[in-house]
């Protein structure tokens, strides 16, 4: 069993920066792969970035969002960097087996969320 709790959500500009931070509890969670996930009010759940022995992510954030898993703390933390209103949404911490694809939006162990509002 896995347990994720995110924190760090809130208001801010555009072109500003927010830092989420999921951590983890269950001896087990060093062996899934961990990223995150946002989904926006009224559309589907959309991959944003993963760790899985290396770093992948979404079209609509890379080169803005960096992922940073550390395994010691059991921690998965997503800093986001020029954010744009269209990067409002409510993000989600996840951890699934390592030989799942990330276009699978429903796998493995979810957080509660946290919510991120771009201002324009």
């Known amino acids: 069993q896995v347990v994720l709790a995110e924190s760090g959500g809130g208001l801010v500009q555009a072109g500003g920066s927010l830092n989420l931070s999921c951590q983890a509890s269950?001896?087990?969670?060093?062996?899934?792969?961990a990223g995150w996930f946002r989904q926006a009010a009224g559309k589907e759940r959309e991959f944003v970035a993963g760790?899985?022995?290396?770093?992948t992510y979404g079209t609509s954030v890379k080169g803005r969002f960096t992922i940073v898993r550390n395994y010691l703390k059991m921690t998965v933390d997503l800093q986001m960097d020029n954010l744009k209103s269209e990067d409002t949404a409510v993000y989600y911490c996840?951890?699934?087996?390592?030989?799942?694809?990330?276009?699978?939006?429903?796998?493995?162990?979810w957080g509660q969320g946290t919510q991120v509002t771009v201002s324009s």
């Open positions: 996840n951890a699934r087996p390592r030989s799942s694809d990330w276009s699978q939006t429903t796998e493995g162990f």
């Open positions: 269950g001896r087990t969670f060093n062996t899934y792969a």
């Open positions: 760790n899985n022995y290396g770093p």
